[in-house]
Every structure is written in C-alpha cells, then in structure tokens.
C-alpha cells in the first residue's frame, strides 16, 4: 500500500488525519481515492505541489504510484 | 565532486549570442520600444497609505488638448476571485486591483487612475486635473501590529485561511500554516542547549535597474500587441487577458530585453493599463515608471518577524527546532511564507520541529517574488541562532552544520526524501577553501550560513531549427537575463556534437514559439534547457532517418556521432559522414526542411545547497561595514556556463549584503515612504564591495540530462546570516534585526 | 512654449534638434534623436544608466539640460565602437561576462572608457570608486571590475 502523507494546513480536509495508506497505480486513481474517503479535498490537492518517491511534481497527473511508494503532499514552490 | 563525463562545449565560457547588441547599446530594453503616433501614459496614485475612495472625477483631464483618454477602477471589467494565474504572482482579482485599485487605496502609490496623452507632459499635467475624493482610513504598517485583534482591516472581506475552525471575524491574516515532525516539547526536554530569538528584517526591494515599461497597441480589429519588459510573456499574457476579460488569442506579448528582475517583472502592473488606454485613445500608447513609482508601487519583498528556538544535544545535534513567521504580504494576500517555512530548517536532518507561519496583510506595495521568495527571510533566523548554538558549544560552525547536514534519503522537513543533495559537499568545500583556512586579520570578524532553494521544473517548449547551411537556430521563450541564451546554445551545441558557434538562440515573442513558464525559480537552465535538448535529439533522430535514406540503409544502421551521421559499426557502406551542412543541403529530397520540437513540464528540479562565509571590520566610531572577503560556494549540479553560474552566485552576494547591511524600506507614520529612490535606498555599489570569490560543487542532478540544477535563487539566502553572524563575530555583540545599518550598530555598541 | 536649437557634436557627427527649455539630455538624446543606447534607471542621477562622456568629462545625461549641450562634444555609447569592431572595454566585458540583463552595461562601459582616458593604469580601488556612480543589481561588480583591469592591460600593451 503507498502511503500518503498530509500537511498541517491540509488536516483540516481530512477531518486530522495525517498518513493513509492506499492502493492505487497512478496518480490520477489517487486523487479519485482520496476525493472520495474526504469530499472536497481535491480542491485543495489542486493548488498542492506533491513529491512522489522523492520526485516534486508542480502538476502530477498519471505518474505511476507504486504499492511502497512515497507520498507528501506540499506547498507550490514559486520562484523569483 | 568532479563531473565524470567528458563535454565537448558544456563548461566552456563563450561570449554571449546576444553580448554585441548589449555593450553597443543596440538591445533594445522596454522603453526603448516607441510607435508612430504614440501616446504616453501616466497613472495618478493614492497620495494616501490607506483610504476609501469616494469620487474619481476625469472630467478635467479629459478636457485637456492632447488627452486623448482617461480610465479609473470603475473601467476595468469586474474579476472574480479564486484564479491564480500561473506564477505571476496569486489570484487574478487581487492583481487586477492591484494594478488599478476599486473602492479603497490600500498603499500610499496604489493606482487609482491612469491618463494617455500626446506628450509626457501634458499627461503630467492632466494627472493634476483629476479630482479624486478621498475618506482617510488609519493604515496599518508593521506586521505585529495588523496581527493584533484590534487592528484596522484592510479588507472586511479577508477571513484567515487554514484555520482549523472556519474563522467568523475578517482579520489581516491572510492565511496562516503549519509543518511538524516528531514531537517538539520531547525534543526540547533532550537538548543539553536551547537557543532561540526573535528577528526583524524589514521590506526590501529587488532593485531592477530598468524601470517596468511597455508599449501597447491595439487595432481596428480588437487585437492587441504588448512589448514590455517581463520575465515570462505567456504569463503576462494571461494576466493581462484575465484582467480585461479578452481572449488570449486576441493578444501577443513581445518581450523586450530585460534589465533585472529577480522576481519583481512575474507580475503585471502597467501592461493592462496600457493596453486599455490603447483600446479607448484607438493608438499606440507607452508607459514607463519612474524610479520613485518602482520603489512605491511594485515589488517589494516581505517584511519578517521570525522567532526560532533550537535545543541540541552537547556534540551538537540538533533535538528539536522550532519557529513562528510573520510575513507582510503587503496590501494584498500573496507573501512567500511557504517556501519560508518549507525551507527554514531544509538543510538539516531534524527528528523534531515545528513551523508555523502567517501571512499578513498591511499597508504597503503587494510583495513580488524577490530571488527564492521567503527563504532568506526565515533562513537568516535560523542561520542566526546556530552561530549563536556553534558559540555556546565552542563548535566550529561549519562542524556544527555538518552534524546536522541533510544528505541523500534524509526526509526534507517538506517533505519528501532528498534525492542526491550537495549540501555537505558545500560544508567540506568551504572548510577547504583557502579564505577559510586563512587567519582572521586583526579586528576583523567571520560569519558562516547556509542557504538552500528547492528550484522548480513546470512547462517549457523549444524549437530548433536547421538552417539552409547547416547553422541551428533555437527558439525558446524564456526572457534571457542572465546569460540563458548562451547556455541554451551551449546545451544544443554539445547534445548535437557540433561548435557553440554553430547555434544561435533566440527569445520568441508569444506567438512565434511555443509556451513556457516564465524565467524565475532557477527553472530556465534546467526545465528549457532540458526542452532544447530533447528538440535536438528530436533533430538527430530525423537526421538519422534522412541519412538512413539517403544510404539507402536502415535507420538504425546510422549512428550520430560529433556532429555527423556515420555508418554504425559493422554497418558495410561505403559512404562518406553526413554532416549537419550536409543533410541541410540535401533536405529538399529527403523530405523537406529539418524542425526539433519539444514540449515539457520539467519535473526533479534538484535542490540547490549553498556555504557562505564572510570576513568584515566593523568601524567602532561610525559603526560602518567594511566587507574585507566574501566565498560562496554552491553546487550547481553542472555549471554549463561556469562565468554565468558564478555571476549569479556573486549578484546574489551583493543583493544579500546590501539586504544585511543597508537595504530597507522606511516608512513614516502616515504610511509613506520616505527612501523611495536609490540615493536613500542604498543598494551596494562597486565600491562598497570586495571581489566575490566563488566556488561551484558539482553534484549531479539525476532528473536532468545534463546533471543541471537551478542556481539563481539560492545565492541571495546565506549573505544575510553570514552577515549578520560575521559583524556579531567583530564586535562581541549580536543584533538580531537586519538590516545592520551604522545607526543600528553605533546604538548596540553605545548601548553596551 | 517655443523651442530651443541646439547645435551640438555626438561622437564626431554636428548634430541640430530642437529641445523644450526645460528637457533633459537623456530625454533628447532617447526620444529626439532616437538614440536609444543611453539608458534611464532613475532620473536623478544616482544610477549612471544614463552615462555620456561631455568634453571628456563623465556626465549623467539625465541631470543635464539638453540646451546645455549648444557648442559641446560628447561620446554616447554608440560612439564606443567604431568601423574598425568593438572598443577593447567591449571585448572584455564580453569576455568576462561583465553584464548579466545587460541595462547597465552602456553607462559602465562609456564610464569605464572615462576613467582610462585619463588613468590608464587604474588599480583596482580606483576602479571601485571611479565606477561607484554606476549602480549594478546583477553582477555583484566583480567581474565588471576585472574587465576594466583587463582592458587596462590590453590598451597598455597595445600602445
Ligand atoms: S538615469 Fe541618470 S543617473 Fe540614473
Ligand atoms: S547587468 Fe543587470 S544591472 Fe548590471
């Protein structure tokens, strides 16, 4: 099962969960699964960036997930 | 860590394909761009920090011979909130009044009107013509202060965002947000050492040389074309479309040569101006700021209150960190205190933190991006309190740092596990380094910091294109303002095997190459870079097939090798390499002109680490800064064009020493401010500042073809606390709020 | 308001316009002689953008008249190069990579060319506070300072 992480500013969606563990191959299956154990957070999931095994991903759409993979999810990074 | 790879052209410093033009005085930069029948536009601005505007009346300017037209708030299209466009710089309806403000002045310089006439003149004095009626509002101007319950607000409408409880009060706080680990109070318990402190670092600003400026034209038929000076023209173009309600299709952006930016020219504030006046006058219209207008208007970046505590065992590891960031957002949500607190405790492997961060709403310009936004903010605290931890210790602080030092697989306190990282390859480098090893002069002292940007990829396109003769031309579309031109040829140049001359690149306008993000968060080199060279694979590829064909033998008997198609081995053909002139020439019968393309949403941006160390005197009478050494090191990943690369490290030197010791945003009571041109906001000149001595870490970044990371961010962040740590070194005394101007430090040595 | 005639010398060529009073040189030179080469980074003379050499003195064109300029000679940046390619101070500007955005180029190098008119062998404090008028956002100055020394040697060597 992946493990997803959340922030703290994202506890508020998932009513103060912090890790979930779930089984899914891609991130788009991913953002279903969590869309619906907590409605509405895929909204802001949507302005999140979201690191995957290490990776960042500003816009991660089919990335492959796999069963012991790694997912944080996190601010947008911006630059000057 | 030395490249083990061979490059034929990466790591060589050739001259610049745009360098001519630039020291002859032939590029052309965003005012230098003028029309027939040009008009000139000029914004009138609140002469107040914080008011509620009742009447705009522009009926006397719009009498004036020569006026030709005029525009308030109530002009521009109602925009709704909640889109951000892109990077440049938050939700569209607070750019949109930001760029013009609607019912209220929220900063003394906020637009309120804008006039177009035939003469800079008369639209001076048609600015003078307009009767504005102004209700007086108190401001509010320090950052503690708008936190407090009973501060006026800003805007009745703006309800903390991220609270765990849907707040029922408006409030300045814009958002408020949290990062943790671990568990904070435990870790405190376990520290033999706890340091901590509260430091305030006032706004400041990028300091662009050229001013914003743009042109715009619109035609009969309602489309629109915008020469200005940006940092990306597909996002200026979408914020300029949102703002007025167009069709980005009915707008081109052309993007002039740059003169700075740093962050500062993501986001619009003239250009949607300008094009409106165009549209209603039904001529050119060109506008430019002044220096005063640039200084109260645009930028700036955050002004900070950060409070760290950090325990640590005896040897130096660190038990537990925590911080609380109060950053100034200016008159409109949008300040960098994510990327603050993502970033504060980035370079350590840390069991136990917490971070919480706010933003804050006053009356001030809306901050910008300003050079890896919100890091040196927050990294300065930090930076700060582990010199003061290295002290109590007895620790080298370069050894303190490397107790702690993130490396491959530690877990980022944003996150994720570091891919390969050179933070302690930058730790090792500069304990090396001969400026290290070297005694202090007498009197003098030394500061150490350390800095970090996380970089980012996001989309970029790029086309290379074979000319009749074998010559390449590379379209990109990232404004060149440090040098990218050269790197993006450097970059085709190597992956196509032939000389950097061979390869010319060019900045297209918005509708002459494909999109790309705009040029910031050290993203150009890396995500367009990686855009140029999958085009020219894109190129070899076909070049492989029209050689293929032209042998008669299949493609994979073709192999690209320096710069030309040769048979591969064991392929018997008895035929002579084709080269880049060659297939050029032979194009039209092997199936017409030769085109790359590539398009990308860079992703494994590598995070870039960074050393600074500093020595400096510190004169006891007039408690001025004299900068003896600076030595940044940092790792580049690879530096395809070494000059560049140390160019960056060394401008963002001198940005972060001018920030430490001189830069800052002075305000009266009334909220105006009164250092609004460079004679009394002092940035550092030549003389003011010793040769920069850099060193570039190479440590591969697996996510780019060639080992690239971003570098143009993270050099601005170490200067601060490398600074600040460096005087508290010559002085025996530390002051923890920046900048360390001489009054500041004439009052901690008389205070003593 | 009626105008003035200017007659002036830039780089070698006499030159006529017309000026209101109160113009400035940089506004005459940029918007009515279309010499764009001279750059504006403030208007109040802090920044050198603005640089011009008159009678062989360095001068911010925004801090002067345009009527002033009636009788004088001066070197704008388009007066550096000649037929013969680029001044020296150009190459090595571009050899260094002595400019980043490249907006302060102009007055640094017709500033730079100031100073070695009339010290050819500058050390490099005397570079630092001869070009302290010149505001640099991206360089951080080091490498605009070893161009100017390296040119220094070159014309040195060359003569
Ligand atoms: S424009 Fe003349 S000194 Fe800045
Ligand atoms: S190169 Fe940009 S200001 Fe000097």
Not at chain 2, 413 to 425: E, M, N, S, V
Not at chain 2, 709 to 728: D, K, Q
Request: net charge negative; with cysteine.
């Amino acid at each position: 099962m992946a493990t997803v992480v959340f922030p703290d500013h994202l506890l508020g969606c998932t009513n103060g969960q912090r890790q979930v563990e779930l089984l899914v191959d891609n991130y788009r299956e991913l953002l279903l699964a969590l869309e619906k154990q907590w409605p509405g957070i895929g909204e802001a999931l949507a302005k999140s960036a979201v690191a995957i095994d290490g990776q960042i991903y500003q816009d991660a759409f089919l990335e492959p997930v796999n069963a012991d993979s790694e997912i944080f999810f996190m601010a947008r990074i911006e630059g000057g | 860590m030395a490249e083990a790879v061979d490059y034929q052209v990466l790591g060589t410093r050739p001259v610049r394909p745009d360098g001519v033009d630039k020291v002859t005085g032939r590029a052309q930069f965003g005012a230098d761009q003028n029309l027939p029948n040009m008009l000139h536009g000029k914004i009138l601005r609140s002469p107040h920090a914080h008011a509620r505007i009742k009447r705009v009346d522009l009926s006397k300017a719009l009498a004036m011979d020569g006026v030709c037209a005029a525009v308030t708030g109530a002009d521009f299209p109602t925009v709704a909130s909640g889109v951000s466009i892109g990077e440049a710089g938050g939700d569209v309806m607070d750019i949109a009044h930001n760029v013009m403000a609607r019912d209220k002045a929220l900063y003394h310089g906020h637009a309120v009107a804008a006039v177009a006439a035939t003469s800079l003149e008369i639209a001076e004095q048609a600015l003078d013509a307009i009767d504005v009626e102004y209700e007086v509002l108190p401001p509010v101007l320090d950052v503690l202060q708008a936190m407090a319950p009973a501060a006026p607000l800003l805007d009745e409408n703006c309800f903390t965002k991220n609270l765990p409880e849907k707040p029922d009060k408006p409030s300045n706080v814009a958002s408020v947000m949290a990062l943790s680990r671990g568990d904070v109070e435990a870790g405190f318990e376990q520290a033999d050492l706890v340091v901590e402190g509260e430091y305030r670092i006032p706004m400041a600003h990028q300091g662009y040389i050229e001013p914003h400026a743009c042109t715009a034209t619109v035609n009969e038929e309602g489309k629109a074309t915008v020469w200005c000076c940006t940092q990306g023209q597909f996002d200026f173009r979408t914020a300029i479309a949102k703002i007025l309600d167009w069709k980005v299709g009915d707008m081109k952006v052309v993007p002039s040569e740059i003169g700075g930016g740093f962050g500062g020219k993501t986001v619009v504030y003239l250009e949607p101006v300008a094009v409106l006046l165009s549209q209603r006058a039904g001529r050119p219209v060109k506008m430019v700021m002044s220096r005063e207008e640039v200084f109260r208007a645009t930028g700036p970046t955050s002004g900070t209150v950060c409070r760290v505590k950090v325990g640590a065992k005896q040897n130096g590891r660190i038990t537990a960190a925590k911080a609380w960031l109060a950053y100034e957002s200016g008159a409109f949500p949008g300040a960098p205190v994510g990327p603050g607190a993502m970033s504060i405790f980035a370079p350590y492997d840390l069991e136990n933190f917490l971070v919480e961060g706010h933003e804050v709403r006053v009356n001030k310009p809306k901050v910008a991006a300003y050079r890896a936004p919100g890091a040196p903010q927050s990294m300065h605290a930090m930076e700060v309190a582990l010199d003061d931890l290295a002290r109590q210790l007895n620790m080298d602080p370069l050894d303190l740092r490397m107790v702690n030092a993130a490396d491959e697989g530690t877990q980022a306190p944003y996150g994720p596990k570091f891919p390969a990282i050179g933070f302690k390859a930058c730790i090792e480098a500069a304990k090396k380094h001969p400026n290290y090893t070297a005694p202090l002069l007498e009197g003098a002292g030394r500061g150490v910091a350390a800095g970090f940007w996380f970089n980012v990829g996001m989309q970029s396109s790029a086309e290379v294109r074979l000319n009749e003769d074998g010559t390449v031309i590379v379209m990109e579309g990232n404004p060149d303002i440090g040098g990218s031109r050269a790197s993006m040829s450097l970059m085709a140049a190597e992956t196509l095997g032939v000389p950097y001359e061979q390869v010319k690149t060019y900045v297209g306008d918005t509708e002459s190459t494909g999109f790309c993000n705009l040029t910031g968060g050290s993203r150009t080199t890396f995500a367009t870079g990686m855009a140029v060279v999958r085009a020219c694979e894109d190129i070899i590829a076909q070049c492989r097939s029209r050689a293929a064909a032209t042998w008669g033998v299949d493609e994979e008997q073709v192999e690209w090798r320096d710069g030309q198609a040769v048979p591969a081995p064991g392929v018997n053909a008895d035929v002579n390499p084709l080269s880049l002139a060659d297939l050029a020439a032979g194009a039209p019968r092997t199936g017409g002109p030769i085109l790359g393309r590539a398009s990308l949403n860079a992703q494994g941006a590598g995070a870039s680490f960074s050393v600074n160390f500093t020595d400096l005197k510190v004169d006891q009478e007039t408690g001025a800064v004299e900068v003896l050494s600076f030595t940044a090191v940092q790792d580049a990943g690879k530096a395809i064009h070494p000059a560049y690369v140390e160019g960056q490290m060394q401008g963002g030197a001198a940005q972060g020493l001018g920030w430490a010791l001189n830069e800052e945003y002075i305000y009266d009571a009334d909220g105006v401010m009164e250092n609004a041109g460079f004679l009394d906001y002092r940035v550092p000149v030549a003389s003011d500042l010793p040769m920069i001595d850099t060193e570039i870490v190479e440590v591969r970044n697996p996510s780019h073809p060639y080992g690239v990371r971003g570098v143009g961010e993270t050099p601005i962040v170490a200067p601060l606390a490398a600074t600040a740590n460096a005087v508290r070194d010559a002085i025996g005394i530390r002051i923890n709020d920046l900048p360390l101007s001489p009054p500041r430090i004439l009052a901690a040595l008389g205070g003593e | 308001m009626s105008k003035i005639h200017v007659q002036t010398t830039i780089n070698g060529e006499q030159v006529d316009f017309l000026c209101p009073p109160q113009q400035s040189l940089l506004e005459a030179l940029r918007e009515t002689l279309g010499m764009l080469g001279t750059k504006e980074g403030c208007g109040t003379g802090d920044c050198g953008a603005c640089s011009i050499i008159l009678n062989g003195r360095l001068v911010c064109s925004c801090l002067m008249l345009a009527a002033e300029a009636q009788g004088q000679e001066m070197t704008t940046i388009e007066g550096i190069a000649d037929a013969d390619g680029l001044h020296v101070l150009q190459e090595k500007f571009l050899e260094h990579a002595a400019l980043q955005c490249g907006i302060c180029t102009p007055g640094f190098i017709v500033a730079a060319k100031a100073l070695l008119d009339r010290d050819p062998n500058p050390d490099e404090r005397t570079i630092r506070y001869w070009l302290a008028g010149n505001l640099c956002r991206c360089t951080g100055y080091d490498k605009i300072v070893r161009a100017v020394q390296d040119a220094a040697q070159q014309l040195a060597y060359e003569a």
